[in-house]
């Protein structure tokens, strides 16, 4: 038996986490119970997290395993969405009111995305994988 919380089963989409304007770190939360314990590990693009600005916590609450992924340093994720973000502007037509209308081009959500990270919560029964994203605020998602 091995369950991640409520609603983030299979078929549930990513969890959309708010990252406040000038906030320098974020925390993603996890939790998950299995009959063996449970043992939960980040990952981000299919492999364990290893850079120092990723700090994991876990610990036990009752039948539930719990685990806190702080990402610091988000400022350096902020940049790569500004560059990315004029590098898309200088490919587009030039419109007087184009960052007004920009959430109307369908690229909006890869754009404001400053990172997708998988919990993985494992026991000897199998694998459960939760999926969040860490989103500016002020952008109308996940805020």
Not at 50 to 72: I, K, M, N, Y
């Amino acid at each position: 038996e091995l369950e991640v919380e409520p609603g983030a089963g299979p078929g549930a989409g990513p969890v959309r986490v708010a990252v406040p304007a000038g906030a320098e770190s974020a925390q993603l939360q996890c939790r998950a119970q299995g009959v063996p314990g449970v043992d939960i590990q980040w990952e981000q693009h299919g492999r364990p997290l290893q850079d120092s600005r990723f700090q994991q916590h876990q610990w036990h609450e009752g039948p539930w395993t719990s685990s806190v992924l702080t990402v610091a340093n988000i400022s350096q994720d902020r940049a790569r969405l500004r560059a990315q973000f004029l590098n898309w502007d200088q490919s587009r037509p030039q419109q007087r009111y184009q960052y007004l209308n920009w959430d109307q081009s369908g690229e909006q959500e890869l754009n404001w995305t400053l990172g997708t990270f998988v919990c993985v919560a494992q026991n000897q029964l199998g694998t459960v994988r939760r999926h969040l994203q860490l989103q500016l605020a002020g952008t109308g998602r996940g805020d």
